[in-house]
């Protein structure tokens, strides 16, 4: 089994599909976590957002954005959300699962989509939305190397965790941080099957119970 073959394999016990369609409406998002394999490595693009959007500008994220009237499902909104942001065609995309969705600090319902796309994709960045585009390494995130941490508010994910990335074609130095960050360590250590070096706030094993545990809380509070 190639390493393409052996991560989808592992992510699939991970796809959660339609488990969450019980819970009340909320305001839905969704992002797109593509990977690709690169010299036998496993590796995933990132977006540098527009520092003129109204949030989070400037920020390090994955292609993605809010549920449109039009979207049939999580899926659409983000393959939809790629295609306008860095020219990714839908069709581009070999789609592998869903994660559990996640209510962020907006109080946005994000569901992470997670897909292969080939080495040779060639992005074409619209500028209203993303200033940067970059690739990093799936286990540069499972790495302490250049990772840090701090206790977060009661109720969030765990610990926030921060990461500063060097991307070697560029020579830009990139932050990557909050949500985004929880986001990459996760499928890294599914991808990988790998417990990364430092604490996650997660049960790698079983990551399922501790995300429900904190929808459900965040839930409560709405």
Known sequence: ?????????????????????????????????PLFVKKGELYTLMTLRSQQLKTSAGEVCFPGGKRDPSDTDDVDTALREAQEEIGLPPAAVQVVCR???????????VTPVVGFIEESFCPCPNPAEVSAIFTVPLDFFTSKKNHDAAHAAVGTLGPLHSFHFLDPDSGNQYHIWGLTAMLAILVAALALRKQPDFEVGFDCEDPLSFFQQILHKRMNKL
């Open 1 to 33: 089994m190639d390493v393409k073959e052996a991560t989808i394999a592992n992510l699939k016990q991970m796809d959660v599909g339609n488990k969450f369609s019980y819970l009340p409406m909320l305001p839905k998002a969704s992002v797109l976590i």
């Open 99 to 109: 994660l559990f969705p996640i209510i962020n600090k907006s109080g946005l319902l």
